[in-house]
Every structure is written in C-alpha cells, then in structure tokens.
C-alpha cells in the first residue's frame, strides 16, 4: 500500500513542478511523470484485468496526446 | 479510496483547472486540460466503472488532437 | 513498513538500469524520430542540458518506450502474471504503431520487464514494488533536473557509440 501512496505523492510533485514551469517543451516532462504515475495508481487502486488496460489505454492516450502538443508547438507535421 | 488519495488527486484535478483557467499560453492551457483529465480518472477506476475510464481515457486527448487542429486551421 | 521501502528502492534501481539500457540500445538519443521529441530536446538544452540527452527525454514524451513497456509490464505482472506481463507488452506495440513510432524500444523493455518482474517477485519482492519502483525511476530523469539528467544520459550514449 505504500506504493500507491508513493505514486500519488509523485503525481502532485511532478504536477507543481509543471505548473511553475514556464517553457512549454519543458513542462512536458513533468506532465509525462504525472502520467506514469497516474497509470501506475490505477492499477494500484483496482486489482483486476481491465484495469490493466484502463493504465495501458491511459498512458498510451496521454503519450499520444504529448506527442501531438510538442509537435504542434514544434510547428506541425507537413502533410 | 482512502481520504488522503482521494485529496491528493483531487488536488491534482484542481490545480489542472485553475491553472488551465489562469495560464495565458495555449499550450499550457492544454497541458493543465491533461493533468484535470490525470486529476479525475484515478476516481473512475477507483469505483469500478473500467468502461468508462477506458473511454475517457481515449477521449480525451482526441478531443486535445481536435483542439490543436482547430488551433492551426485558425493560425493558418 | 521500512522493508517495503528498501524492495521499492531497489526496484527502483533495477527499473531504472532496464530501462535506460534498453532505450540507449535502441537509440533513443538519436536526433530524428518524432518533430516533438526535437522541440523538446531544444528547450531542453536552452535550460541548460544536453542534445543526446534531451533528444531521449523527448522521446520518451512523445512515444511509450522502455520506460513505459517496463511500467506497464509490471502492471500486468501485478494482474496477471506473465501473461500479463506479455499483454502489456502488446498493448505498448499497439502504442507504439498508434503514436507513429516505428521502432522496437518499448515493446523489448516490457518484454524484459515482465521476466525481469516475475523473477523477482519469486525472490521476495512485490510486483507493487516495481509499479511504485518505476514511477520513482522516471521521476529521477524527467521530473528532477532535466539538466542534469540529460547530461547523465548524453554521457551514457558516447558510451555506446
């Protein structure tokens, strides 16, 4: 148990340090640690199958979603 | 969900919101729009409804995808 | 109580070696790959750090690698054993392909990860212990000094080149 403890306090750490955190490529880190951590406490809390693949399908939304925040701020992707 | 958990990612929700409300910088905006989103769906997981945290949890950041195309169709 | 802590520690110290290991091996500090992971390499060392290393954290942002395969490795250990373990680990190919990233990184880290994990899990240690492990290790690259972790990282590239 004190491992979903742990993860939670991380989440909050990592969370303050992206809110003062001005630079936007470098605030993406900090939000990429709340989310593992947030993945990791939903499995924590729910000891089941899916839930598995509601931390999976969580990281893999928020990855994709980072990934398409710092490519726009990047300046796009030309299609 | 013990109390201190449920404050903790509470806390985290708020500070998503208040700071999306608050930045000036798009970007940041929807950076605190992902760390509500991390804020709330450790309480849909925690009651059991996995369903709808898998949903959410696909939704979401389509709907940011959505937003940054709105954004750059406007830019351009 | 304190017994816990020490395994988390040392779960910690293990998930962190996989996985820096693994995305080095693959390459992970390269430049290229996804424009994000560039931009944040950029701004990265505008703070202060390191290209090689800035270009791995980006890259770690923007696409789930071995980090992630060995976080949710042992997701699906703590669930389900190895099988779990391997569902996992499909799920992060799955992520992968999705998130446009051709590479192999997170998929052999949660590989590894799963064995990895169930061994210890024999020897003591909880699967819980990783999970919390993990999250620390993480912590340690992206959520302290990106300065300095990206230096630590640029370090280890040279090595491997």
Known sequence: MIALYLVAAVAVFAVARALIERNTGRKLPYVNVMNFAVAGALVLLLDHPLSLVAAAAYFVGSTLEANAIASTYAGGVKR | MILALEVTFGLIALAGAVSAALIRDSYGKLISLGILVGGIVPFIVDRGYLDVAIAVSLIAPIATIFVLMAVRRDEA | ?161
């Not at chain 3, 020490?6 to 996985?19: N, R, T």
Request: charged share 10%; proline share 2%.
């Open chain 3, 1 to 161: 109580m304190l017994g816990e802590i020490l395994h988390i520690l040392a779960a910690a110290v293990i998930a962190w070696v996989l996985f820096v290991t693994v995305d080095i091996f693959f390459g992970l500090p390269k430049a290229g790959g996804v424009s994000g992971a560039s931009a944040i390499a950029r701004d990265i060392e505008a703070g202060g750090g390191a290209l090689a290393g800035g270009n791995m954290m980006g890259n770690i942002v923007c696409s789930p690698d071995a980090s992630a395969g060995t976080l949710l490795a042992a997701c699906g250990v703590y669930v389900a054993g190895i099988p779990g373990g391997l569902a996992a680990a499909l799920m992060v190919f799955i992520g992968n392909r999705i998130c446009h990233d051709p590479g192999y990184a997170g998929t052999t880290g949660a590989v590894l990860a799963t064995f990895i994990v169930y061994g210890f899990t024999l020897v003591g240690f909880a699967a819980t212990d990783f999970i919390a492990g993990m999250v620390l290790a993480i912590l340690s690259i992206q959520g302290l000094s990106h300065a300095r972790a990206s230096r630590l990282l640029a370090r280890l590239w040279r090595v491997r080149q």
